[in-house]
């Protein structure tokens, strides 16, 4: 039998986040929105507060509450946004170095857009970051999270990563580096086969492309039997699945790639799924 939604973990006005916001991230987060560490939390915990007309705890809206009603995406209730996964990839370095040196990254799904702000607080030419995600809300609240309104010259695209559009083709053949935090695991395998076929068409053609990102993963492999209703259909995977996806993906395109991936054991990944766990990957493509 599977879990209906409302046994699901969902955001928790108590949660605590003291734990991700110590150390260098909350400095990061400290110095980027200009945010005293006391009223960090309360930030980060912004707009639903407001918008409920709920005033318990702060004055501020509640940003990972407002972020969960938009739709029921675990990473925003769990407040996954705050791991910076982006940051955490071991080929980090290496992307930061691209696009300090000129190549354009694509922040798929962005959502917050976490990612993108931690690549501009490094060091990263902000025109060089583009952010698409299919909610104009999640970027909007990114924007407010970062306190960047005004600030941030990073373009992002509201719209649907699978639809042409005059914005998304500008940019074929202009990608050098796609970032996937939690994206690629919201379809079947067909679908992430088809989300695969889509970022190699906005890739350069000089090849030395590079795809890292986050899934939720699984120790059983395949359609995940505990999804909320409306995340229904995932397909989750372990490093073997997950590898062979992409060979499929290379030999269908006729594109010579290799795959790294991890299974990092977590908590909250468990908490939504005993068999649950963090895959963490990245796929270095050099075309033809
Ligand atoms: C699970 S969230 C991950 C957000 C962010 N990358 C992160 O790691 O926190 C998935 C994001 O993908 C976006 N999304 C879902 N389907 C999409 C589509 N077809 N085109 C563009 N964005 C989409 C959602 O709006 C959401 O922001």
């Given at each position: ?5 409302t046994?699901?973990p969902?955001w ?12 260098e ?12 560490a ?8 912004s707009i ?8 318990r ?8 509450e ?16 705050l ?33 993108t702000r ?33 600030s ?20 074929a053949?202009?990608?050098n ?27 350069s053609?000089?090849g ?5 990102g ?6 059983e ?5 505990k ?33 790294w ?21 990245y796929?270095k493509?050099?075309?033809?």
């Open positions: 039998m599977s879990l209906r939604i046994e699901f969902g928790e006005s108590e949660y605590r986040i003291t734990g991700l916001i110590d150390g991230k909350g400095k990061f987060i400290q110095e980027y929105t200009g945010t005293p006391n009223r960090l939390e309360c930030h980060i915990k639903v507060r407001r918008a409920s007309g709920n005033e705890h702060c004055t501020d809206l509640l940003q990972a407002k972020g969960w009603n938009l739709r029921q995406y675990p990473c925003f209730g769990m407040f996954w946004f791991h910076f996964d982006l940051a955490e990839s071991p080929i980090y370095d290496e992307i930061l170095a691209s696009v300090k040196d000129g190549a354009f990254l694509l922040d798929l799904g962005c959502g917050l857009g976490q990612g931690r690549l501009v607080y490094d060091g990263a030419p902000q025109a060089n970051i583009i952010g698409l995600d299919l909610s104009k809300e999640f970027i909007d609240l990114g924007f407010e999270l970062f306190n960047d309104q005004a941030l010259r990073s373009t992002f695209l509201v719209q649907d990563f699978f639809e042409d559009s005059e914005s998304l083709d500008r940019w053949g202009g990608f580096i796609i970032n996937s935090g939690y994206f690629m695991h919201l379809w079947d395998w067909n679908g992430q086969l088809k989300v695969a076929k889509r970022m190699i068409s906005l890739f053609l000089r030395g492309n590079i795809v890292t986050v899934n939720f993963g699984s120790e492999t395949g359609r995940w039997a999804a909320p209703a409306d995340l229904d259909g995932l397909f989750l995977h372990g490093c073997m699945t997950f590898r062979r996806l992409w060979e499929q993906v290379g030999r269908e395109t006729q594109t010579r790639l290799s795959v991936s991890a299974m990092e054991r977590d908590e909250d990944h468990a908490r939504l799924d005993p068999k649950g766990l963090r895959l963490r990957w796929v493509l050099w075309g033809e």
